[in-house]
């Protein structure tokens, strides 16, 4: 059965409309939560294929009071059992090269076997998803052979709507010739005045045709590394680092270095395969491990680039071997023979799991009615601290998740011995506008989010903390992992691996890590409330700004300036002709002009003209346009002009 009582949900005012019921510029509109329930069987029968779920079945209109004008509002009053309206899932993004942003032009996207989407000249991509879909792998696909194929895990909002994904993409190493007939070792780095992470010995008269026969001759072997050890290519990375274990459930992995191997004929550039056994000499002394690590739990691994999940391919014993005029060392000893043309990847198990709490919110107030929802959060994992004093030189592991209206808890390798055996580095987007993170210097533990003592167990800083010039974009912080007799155990920011419930659900009061919007952004208020990343938000009602929750169609009148600084323009939207909707407001949009020397502009959104949620009448939307300040027009367009003649309000 469904809650009758909405839980309360705040939506942000304009900074002209404050209200003492909430001591602030939010108020509360109520939302029932969009959960499976039993709906009234018709007289035709039980149906099935019909879902039923939980959502506002009653209003309450009610004015909102602001400077010097009335807003119109309509709140959530009770909740019941009504028809599901099913999400509508959109991805959106942008494929670029992780090196300059080059975007991938006119490149494939593939889900599985099936072509869903391609790149336009800017890299651009948007398509649908189904609604039940648990895990999103995608593979981008270069025609032009300037990157590597690479698969992806995007996130995106279970509930509907869409999120901004911007993919990066390696770029394929330039090709080097060798011989077949030799035998050929292959250094994997990609970080200048460092030993080589890893070598790969080809063996002799070991490359075969497409058809099976054997090649002699000269071959083109390009071999694109990722080397972990430059903590600035993350991004590009394949995959999110999991496999299957033996009780069937996704289990992480760390990694040591991924890499791609492509050989071609010289003359034809036809594909080649490897046959026989390849050696593989790991160096595990390149990387800060914890002085527990079981160094034979590295292994190589394969990706199924269906699933996106990795395959053990062949273990490594410990040898001390010298290779070339370096001295002996010890170093992981594997062979395998190659199957098929897949990334591979060095990798090890982490069973030392956690999760971290993190809110992304309006501004620097970092208010609770302020929390911004589908921004996504990254926690990059970096190597254990060699001795725990020396920095750490590489990434092991970056995990992303998505804010709902409590925040997200995102995946992170922790200690639960030592509190710096781990560090982490945090950052979150949406939309491509990267958030700033609470300031670390001074440490105010109210500003930040997290207690005194756990501030000083943690080590927090912003990116910016020894370097005012840099970015303030980044959480620097170790990751101890809280322990059942931790005085700040269940009070976060940091949870434990089984405490993943108590993490979504912790309470605002409790400690979190903070990002908040620096940029500015347009601001929109709708007089019926409508979150479109919940589709079951959506109100069947002549005022709601959609008509029809599958179908956002938006309308924007260009907007020029002349002015020293850059203005706010806003636009009122009404209802124009309908006789329901006739001078009542269906919403507002408030943005900014951005331009150059005294002449700005920008284009603002107003409500479309057309049908209504029934579909019986049109409306032709009145609009306001309202720039804020002392203003005067100066003109507007021909052709503009000339149809408010043939159609005035």
């Known amino acids: 059965a469904c809650n009758p009582t ?85 991805v959106r993004g942008r494929a670029i090269a992780g090196d300059n942003d080059e975007p991938l032009r006119f490149g494939l996207i593939f889900r599985g076997k099936e072509r869903v989407a391609f790149t336009g000249y800017h890299g651009t991509f948007s398509f649908d998803i189904p609604a039940d879909t648990e895990r999103l792998v995608l593979t981008f696909i270069d025609r032009s052979g300037k990157f590597l194929d690479s698969t992806k895990i995007l996130p995106f909002r279970k509930k509907g709507g869409a999120i901004f994904n911007v993919v990066r993409l390696q770029r394929k190493a330039p090709p080097i010739e060798i011989n077949s007939e030799e035998e050929t070792t292959i ?126 391919e062949v273990g490594f014993k410990q040898q001390s071997v010298k290779r070339r005029k370096r001295e002996a060392r010890v170093l992981l000893v594997g062979n395998t023979e190659m199957r098929e043309n897949r990334l591979l990847n ?38 254990p601290k060699e001795g725990y004093t020396a920095p750490p030189p590489s990434w092991g592991r970056f995990e992303s998740t998505v804010t709902g209206p409590n925040g997200a808890c995102v995946f992170a390798f922790c200690d639960v011995k030592r509190a710096d055996a781990y560090t982490g580095q945090i950052i979150a987007e949406i939309d491509e506008e990267i958030l700033a993170a609470a300031p670390s210097n001074p440490a105010d533990s109210d500003m930040i989010g997290i207690t005194r003592d756990v501030l000083t167990m943690l080590d927090y800083k912003r990116s910016d903390h020894d370097d005012p010039k840099a970015k303030p974009n980044a959480i620097l912080t170790n990751l101890p992992q809280p322990g059942p007799n931790s005085v700040w155990y269940g009070q976060g920011p940091l949870y434990a691996w089984e405490d993943k419930d108590q993490c979504e659900n912790a309470k605002y009061e409790d400690n979190h890590f903070r990002f908040y919007r620096t940029e500015g952004m347009q601001y929109e208020y709708n007089s ?99 720039p804020q300040g002392n203003c005067r027009r100066l003109r507007v367009q021909t052709e503009l002009e000339e149809d408010l003649r043939g159609h005035p309000p």
């Open 187 to 312: 250094a994997l780095s990609d970080v200048k005045d460092r030993d080589p992470v890893a070598e790969v010995d080809l063996p002799p008269e070991s490359f075969y045709t497409s058809d099976g026969r054997k090649y002699r001759g000269k071959v083109k072997a390009s071999i694109t590394f990722l080397d972990p050890r430059n903590t600035t290519n993350f991004q590009q990375a394949q995959s999110d680092l999991n496999f299957i274990d033996n009780e069937g459930e996704n289990f992480p992995l760390r990694t040591f270095g991924m890499f791609d191997m492509d050989f071609r004929e010289s003359e034809s550039n036809s594909k080649l395969q490897v046959g026989g056994k390849v050696d593989f000499f790991l160096d595990p002394g390149q990387f800060n491990l914890n002085r527990e690590t079981n160094l034979e739990d590295i292994k190589l691994w394969s990706m199924n680039p269906e699933t996106g999940l990795w395959e053990e």
């Open 346 to 383: 060095f990798d090890m198990p982490v069973k030392r799991r956690c999760w971290a709490k993190v809110r992304a919110f309006n501004d620097e107030n970092f208010e609770k009615m302020g929390q911004v929802e589908g921004v996504t959060v990254t926690l990059i994992n970096l190597d």
């Open 528 to 626: 019926v409330f409508f979150d479109q990343s919940d589709l079951m938000s959506w109100t069947p009602d002549h005022m709601s700004w959609w008509p029809n929750p599958l179908e956002f169609r938006a309308c924007y009148i260009k907007v020029k300036v002349m002015s020293d600084n850059p203005i706010t323009v806003r636009t009122i939207s009404s209802g124009g002709t309908h006789p329901v909707t006739r001078g009542k407001v269906y919403g507002l949009r408030d943005d900014q002009t951005t331009g150059a020397g005294n002449v700005s502009a920008t284009c603002i959104e107003f409500k479309c003209a057309g049908m209504l949620y029934d579909q019986d009448q049109e409306d032709k939307t009145f609009v306001e346009v309202v």
């Open 6 to 90: 909405p839980a309360e949900h705040f939506i942000k005012l304009t900074d002209d409309c404050f209200q003492q019921d909430t001591n602030g510029y939010y108020t509360n509109v109520g939302r029932c939560e969009a959960t499976p329930c039993r709906g009234e069987a018709s007289s035709a029968g039980c149906k099935e294929d019909i879902d039923f779920c939980c959502g506002t079945v009653m209003f309450q209109q009610k004015t909102l009071f602001c400077k010097d004008y009335e807003l119109p509002i309509r709140v959530a009053k009770t909740c019941g059992c009504r028809l599901c309206v099913r999400p509508k899932i959109t």
